[in-house]
Nanobody, 123 residues
Framework: QVQLVASGGGSVQAGGSLRLSCVAS????????MGWFRQAPGKERERVAAIYTDGGSTYYADSVKGRFTISQDYAKSTVYLQMNSLKPEDTAMYSC????????????????WGQGTQVTVSS
């Protein structure tokens, strides 16, 4: 249905910024939702942000609200995650995912995943 390629990770100092990108190659229908997830070693995966591709309504986890911004370039089939004021606890593998469910809050609907891009924040 869709192939995803994520990029933009790297190593930064606390307080710095990074912008992640996820390019979607759509083979059938455009996904209803695009999301960013992260997982640190030994911890459960966490959904950090999501966006409805139709309309652009967004969701943010409380842990990143006010610091991260998800956006999309509809024409380029690309979703971005702008990460500002990064903290060491933001260190994780970040992955983008696509859902064809109408409810972008349903984590079980994210059935298509891109490769992870590592984000490391040092103090």
């Amino acid at each position: 249905q869709v192939q995803l390629v994520a990029s933009g990770g790297g190593s930064v100092q606390a307080g710095g910024s990074l912008r992640l990108s996820c390019v979607a190659s759509v083979f059938t229908y455009r996904p209803d939702c695009m999301g960013w997830f992260r997982q640190a070693p030994g911890k459960e995966r966490e959904r950090v942000a999501a966006i409805y591709t139709d309309g652009g309504s967004t969701y943010y986890a409380d842990s990143v609200k006010g610091r991260f911004t998800i956006s999309q370039d509809y024409a380029k089939s690309t979703v971005y995650l702008q990460m500002n004021s990064l903290k060491p606890e933001d260190t994780a593998m970040y992955s983008c995912a696509a859902s064809y469910y109408r409810d972008c809050g349903a984590e079980g609907g994210y059935n298509y995943w891109g490769q992870g891009t590592q984000v490391t924040v040092s103090s």
